[in-house]
Protein backbone atom coordinates (compact mmCIF):
# COMPACT_ATOMS: atom_id res chain seq x y z
CA UNK A 1 0.00 0.00 0.00
CA UNK A 2 2.87 2.53 0.82
CA UNK A 3 4.63 1.73 -2.44
CA UNK A 4 1.43 2.38 -4.40
CA UNK A 5 0.62 5.96 -2.69
CA UNK A 6 -2.54 5.11 -2.17
CA UNK A 7 -4.88 6.01 0.51
CA UNK A 8 -7.76 3.67 -1.07
CA UNK A 9 -5.94 0.48 -0.73
CA UNK A 10 -3.66 1.51 2.49
CA UNK A 11 -7.53 1.94 4.22
CA UNK A 12 -8.28 -1.47 2.83
CA UNK A 13 -5.18 -2.59 4.26
CA UNK A 14 -5.93 -1.26 7.64
CA UNK A 15 -9.54 -2.40 7.35
CA UNK A 16 -8.23 -6.10 6.71
CA UNK A 17 -6.04 -6.20 9.59
CA UNK A 18 -9.34 -4.90 11.42
CA UNK A 19 -11.19 -7.93 9.64
CA UNK A 20 -8.17 -10.57 10.83
CA UNK A 21 -8.82 -9.42 14.55
CA UNK A 22 -12.41 -9.35 14.43
CA UNK A 23 -11.71 -13.31 12.97
CA UNK A 24 -9.69 -14.36 16.05
CA UNK A 25 -12.11 -12.54 18.16
CA UNK A 26 -15.31 -14.42 17.13
CA UNK A 27 -13.18 -18.13 17.09
CA UNK A 28 -12.77 -17.26 21.09
CA UNK A 29 -16.34 -16.15 21.80
CA UNK A 30 -17.48 -19.44 19.64
CA UNK A 31 -15.30 -21.29 22.00
CA UNK A 32 -17.26 -19.82 25.21
CA UNK A 33 -20.65 -20.98 23.81
CA UNK A 34 -21.59 -23.07 26.30
CA UNK A 35 -20.81 -20.51 28.91
CA UNK A 36 -22.85 -17.77 30.93
CA UNK A 37 -20.30 -15.66 29.58
CA UNK A 38 -20.89 -16.45 25.94
CA UNK A 39 -23.39 -13.44 25.29
CA UNK A 40 -21.79 -10.72 27.23
CA UNK A 41 -18.50 -12.30 25.42
CA UNK A 42 -20.51 -11.64 21.39
CA UNK A 43 -22.01 -8.69 22.34
CA UNK A 44 -18.63 -7.11 23.85
CA UNK A 45 -16.62 -7.96 20.29
CA UNK A 46 -19.43 -6.97 17.94
CA UNK A 47 -18.98 -3.54 19.76
CA UNK A 48 -15.36 -3.23 19.97
CA UNK A 49 -15.26 -4.75 15.79
CA UNK A 50 -17.49 -2.06 14.64
CA UNK A 51 -15.61 0.85 16.60
CA UNK A 52 -12.43 -0.25 15.21
CA UNK A 53 -14.24 -0.08 11.80
CA UNK A 54 -15.54 3.19 12.32
CA UNK A 55 -12.61 5.06 13.62
CA UNK A 56 -10.17 3.86 11.31
CA UNK A 57 -12.86 4.83 8.29
CA UNK A 58 -12.82 7.92 9.73
CA UNK A 59 -9.36 8.53 10.20
CA UNK A 60 -9.24 7.62 6.14
CA UNK A 61 -12.12 9.93 5.59
CA UNK A 62 -10.18 12.82 7.29
CA UNK A 63 -7.38 12.36 5.29
CA UNK A 64 -8.75 12.00 1.77
CA UNK A 65 -11.12 14.77 2.59
CA UNK A 66 -7.60 16.91 3.02
CA UNK A 67 -6.29 15.75 -0.11
CA UNK A 68 -9.55 16.85 -2.07
CA UNK A 69 -9.22 20.38 -0.21
CA UNK A 70 -6.00 21.32 -1.19
CA UNK A 71 -5.17 22.66 -4.25
CA UNK A 72 -3.34 20.64 -6.68
CA UNK A 73 0.02 19.91 -5.28
CA UNK A 74 2.71 19.21 -8.27
CA UNK A 75 4.88 17.74 -5.65
CA UNK A 76 2.21 14.88 -4.73
CA UNK A 77 3.73 11.34 -5.70
CA UNK A 78 1.33 9.19 -8.10
CA UNK A 79 -0.37 6.47 -7.57
CA UNK A 80 0.75 3.29 -8.94
CA UNK A 81 -2.25 1.45 -10.60
CA UNK A 82 -0.93 -1.87 -11.59
CA UNK A 83 -0.47 -2.29 -7.40
CA UNK A 84 -3.38 -1.15 -6.45
CA UNK A 85 -5.07 -3.22 -9.67
CA UNK A 86 -3.26 -6.26 -8.42
CA UNK A 87 -3.96 -6.11 -4.62
CA UNK A 88 -7.79 -5.25 -5.75
CA UNK A 89 -8.25 -8.49 -7.90
CA UNK A 90 -6.79 -10.26 -4.29
CA UNK A 91 -9.10 -8.52 -2.26
CA UNK A 92 -12.24 -9.73 -4.78
CA UNK A 93 -11.34 -13.13 -4.82
CA UNK A 94 -10.64 -13.19 -1.58
CA UNK A 95 -13.72 -11.75 -0.54
CA UNK A 96 -15.66 -13.69 -2.46
CA UNK A 97 -14.63 -16.83 -0.99
CA UNK A 98 -15.41 -15.32 2.36
CA UNK A 99 -19.35 -14.21 1.51
CA UNK A 100 -19.80 -17.32 0.21
CA UNK A 101 -18.92 -19.23 3.08
CA UNK A 102 -21.15 -17.01 5.20
CA UNK A 103 -24.01 -17.46 2.67
CA UNK A 104 -23.13 -21.15 3.05
CA UNK A 105 -23.13 -21.16 6.59
CA UNK A 106 -25.60 -19.09 8.00
CA UNK A 107 -27.54 -20.07 10.61
CA UNK A 108 -31.45 -20.57 10.15
CA UNK A 109 -33.43 -17.62 11.94
CA UNK A 110 -31.45 -16.35 14.58
CA UNK A 111 -28.99 -13.95 14.06
CA UNK A 112 -25.48 -14.23 16.12
CA UNK A 113 -24.18 -10.93 16.69
CA UNK A 114 -20.38 -11.54 16.07
CA UNK A 115 -21.09 -13.14 12.84
CA UNK A 116 -23.01 -10.30 11.79
CA UNK A 117 -19.98 -8.22 12.35
CA UNK A 118 -18.07 -10.17 10.96
CA UNK A 119 -19.94 -10.73 7.85
CA UNK A 120 -20.04 -6.62 7.71
CA UNK A 121 -16.29 -6.07 7.86
CA UNK A 122 -16.41 -8.65 4.95
CA UNK A 123 -19.08 -7.02 3.08
CA UNK A 124 -17.28 -3.59 3.69
CA UNK A 125 -14.10 -4.95 2.55
CA UNK A 126 -15.71 -6.53 -1.11
CA UNK A 127 -16.92 -2.53 -1.45
CA UNK A 128 -13.16 -1.54 -0.53
CA UNK A 129 -11.77 -4.28 -3.01
CA UNK A 130 -14.39 -3.39 -5.65
CA UNK A 131 -13.61 0.80 -5.59
CA UNK A 132 -10.45 0.03 -5.44
CA UNK A 133 -10.35 -1.92 -8.98
CA UNK A 134 -12.35 0.73 -10.21
CA UNK A 135 -9.91 3.29 -9.12
CA UNK A 136 -6.96 1.48 -10.88
CA UNK A 137 -8.74 0.82 -14.41
CA UNK A 138 -9.72 4.94 -13.99
CA UNK A 139 -6.09 5.52 -13.28
CA UNK A 140 -4.49 2.99 -15.18
CA UNK A 141 -6.37 2.63 -18.83
CA UNK A 142 -7.73 6.06 -18.57
CA UNK A 143 -5.22 8.49 -16.86
CA UNK A 144 -7.59 10.14 -14.49
CA UNK A 145 -4.90 11.92 -11.99
CA UNK A 146 -4.34 9.64 -9.89
CA UNK A 147 -4.07 11.33 -6.52
CA UNK A 148 -7.59 13.01 -6.81
CA UNK A 149 -9.00 9.60 -8.18
CA UNK A 150 -7.39 7.79 -5.35
CA UNK A 151 -9.52 10.20 -2.90
CA UNK A 152 -12.34 10.32 -4.08
CA UNK A 153 -12.07 6.44 -3.92
CA UNK A 154 -11.42 7.11 -0.33
CA UNK A 155 -14.83 9.44 0.47
CA UNK A 156 -16.65 6.76 -1.83
CA UNK A 157 -16.37 3.91 -0.15
CA UNK A 158 -15.53 5.29 3.39
CA UNK A 159 -19.13 6.78 2.76
CA UNK A 160 -20.70 3.32 2.16
CA UNK A 161 -18.55 2.04 5.34
CA UNK A 162 -20.30 4.17 7.62
CA UNK A 163 -22.87 3.59 6.41
CA UNK A 164 -23.21 -0.34 6.80
CA UNK A 165 -21.69 0.26 10.26
CA UNK A 166 -24.39 2.67 11.22
CA UNK A 167 -27.11 -0.21 10.35
CA UNK A 168 -24.78 -2.72 12.32
CA UNK A 169 -24.36 -0.63 15.28
CA UNK A 170 -28.17 -0.06 15.30
CA UNK A 171 -28.30 -3.84 15.69
CA UNK A 172 -26.20 -4.27 18.11
CA UNK A 173 -27.89 -1.36 20.47
CA UNK A 174 -31.01 -3.10 19.88
CA UNK A 175 -29.28 -6.61 20.45
CA UNK A 176 -27.02 -4.47 24.21
CA UNK A 177 -30.83 -3.81 24.81
CA UNK A 178 -32.62 -6.29 24.65
CA UNK A 179 -30.03 -8.36 26.87
CA UNK A 180 -29.58 -5.33 29.39
CA UNK A 181 -33.70 -6.38 29.54
CA UNK A 182 -33.60 -10.13 29.48
CA UNK A 183 -30.44 -10.74 29.79
CA UNK A 184 -30.74 -13.08 26.53
Known amino acids: AILSNSEALLADCVSMAVDAGTYLLNMFVEAKKASRFHRPLELCVASLSQ ?3 VYFTVNVLRTAIKTLAAPDDEGADPVD ?3 VLGFAIWGLLFDCVALHAFLRNGSGSRREVNMMAAFSHVAAD ?3 SATTFVESILIGF ?5 VSTDAWACVAVSATILLGAAVAVFDLIRDIVKYAR ?3
Open 51 to 53: GVL
Open 81 to 83: PYI
Open 126 to 128: FAR
Open 142 to 146: FHWDS
Open 182 to 184: TGL
